[in-house]
């Protein structure tokens, strides 16, 4: 293993391992750090974790343990995977986890990139864009676990570690990896140990790679690593075969628990062709809403692509929690899709759409996966997966909320069954 990843949740570790493969390495995305089984041969591998919006210092504590499993592969870089949005707390997780993997690896200075192109995240004088519209102004402000209300990284960053944060401005990474590389020493020099390197292109994204080819360290989203593996090419370390992927055929099922716009849009035209069943926090709270009713629903249906939602509109949310407790909510949606997920493989569905990175932490945990084969990318930055759960093979695409086109749940089901 050369390239040794840590992500901080489920849908950005298939993300990142989407992007792996699709620029040359093997990839194997593992579901938390591997324990008493035998390792996978890859050349890149992705430990998915789910420590985006739990306490900081257990954040710390699993990420430490899933670089040392790494270390102990044979790694020689090593990446802090995400999300391009950034999200997290003023308290953390992503500033304690950096810092806590920079002193560990002993290194001196670590990017700072939250940003993928193909989906319009950008970063312009350490401000971060969706699309057209600063991360503040996005609808990330109204996001249930992580609200997103300063689109300036360092500033945020800052917040949430104990040193000052640096910046490589545009103007020098257009200058090429030579002035990046000297940029970065700079900062290191100033004891800036995270330094936010501004990014637009992928063009801007390989020219990064290629000025960091010797750190020790290397933080962003997804697109950081497109020039990583070239890298590894150049020094003629790569050529392993990925596993093979195949389609499977059977049930297929969305589950939705996202609430961000994007999502709110791919339900939405989802239930204009298939049947839902919707899942609401105050009965399930209650126990008004059980899972062996969401699994009866699927069964009446399951030859319609049926979807289990939670997906609603921010007030509704905000509403939910404020009566209940955010913590207390969004436990029993992720405990609900988890056991639901378990039992519909067990009743024999093959396909699993997920929407939310959230929900799809719950599913991959509640359905006792151990690592996936990266297969064809759905949309950008969502790849079909293959794995075995509950002694039976299935097939899951794990969508971040904002990611994937309108039509996303049809098209992900259609190639994780002929793919």
């Known amino acids: ?103 560990a690896l002993d290194v001196k200075v670590a990017v700072v990139c939250p940003i993928f192109p193909e989906t319009g995240r950008t970063l ?36 949430q570690t104990r040193g000052e944060v640096g910046l490589v401005s545009y103007d020098i990474v257009r200058q090429g990896a030579a002035a990046i590389r000297d940029a970065l020493d700079h900062e290191a020099g100033a004891d ?27 933080t962003g989203g997804s697109g950081i690593a497109v020039g990583l593996p070239e890298n590894f090419r150049k020094a003629g370390k790569l050529g392993a075969t990925s596993a093979a992927f195949t389609g499977l055929k059977g049930p297929g099922v969305v589950l939705s628990g996202s609430c961000s716009t994007a999502s709110r849009a791919q339900l939405a035209r989802h239930l204009d062709r298939h049947p839902g069943f919707a899942v609401e926090p105050e009965a399930v709270l209650s126990g008004a809403t059980t899972v062996d009713q969401a699994l009866a629903f699927v069964r009446d249906h399951i030859d319609l692509a049926p979807a289990v939602h939670s997906t609603a509109d921010p007030d509704r949310v905000a ?19 988890g056991a639901l997920a378990h039992q519909l493989v067990r009743a024999g569905v093959t396909r699993l759409a997920v929407g939310g990175g959230e929900t799809s932490g719950a599913v991959v945990t509640a359905l006792a996966l151990d690592h996936f084969a990266i297969g064809p990318e759905i949309d950008p930055g969502v790849p079909a997966l293959a794995s075995r759960g509950s002694g039976r093979e299935i097939r899951l695409a794990l969508k971040s909320g904002n990611f994937g086109a309108v039509d996303f749940y049809d098209k992900a089901l259609r190639v994780l069954e002929r793919a």
């Open 1 to 103: 293993m050369l390239l040794g990843c840590i992500a901080d949740d489920f849908t950005g570790a298939s993300d990142l391992a989407n992007t792996l493969a699709k620029n040359g390495m093997a990839t194997v995305q593992f579901v938390g750090v591997p324990r008493g089984r035998e390792s996978v041969t890859c050349e890149a591998g992705v430990v998915a974790l789910k420590t985006r919006s739990i306490a900081p210092a257990e954040a710390v504590r699993q990420s430490l343990e899933a670089l040392h499993w790494l270390q102990a592969q044979g790694c020689s870089q090593f990446l802090f995977k995400y999300c391009s949005t950034f999200d997290s707390t003023p308290e953390g997780n992503i500033g304690p986890v950096a810092e806590a993997l920079l002193d």
């Open 124 to 159: 312009y004088q350490g401000h971060l864009f969706v699309k057209d519209r600063l991360l503040s102004e996005s609808g990330m402000e109204n996001h249930p676990l992580n609200p997103m209300t300063d689109p300036d990284i360092r500033r945020w960053l800052r917040r």
């Open 192 to 218: 800036r140990r995270l330094a936010v390197v501004d990014a637009v292109t992928n063009d801007d994204l390989r020219a990064i790679g290629a000025a960091i080819a010797d750190h020790g360290l290397v």
């Open 319 to 337: 509403a939910a929690q404020q009566r209940f407790g955010r913590e207390r909510v969004a436990g029993a949606i992720e405990r609900f899709f």
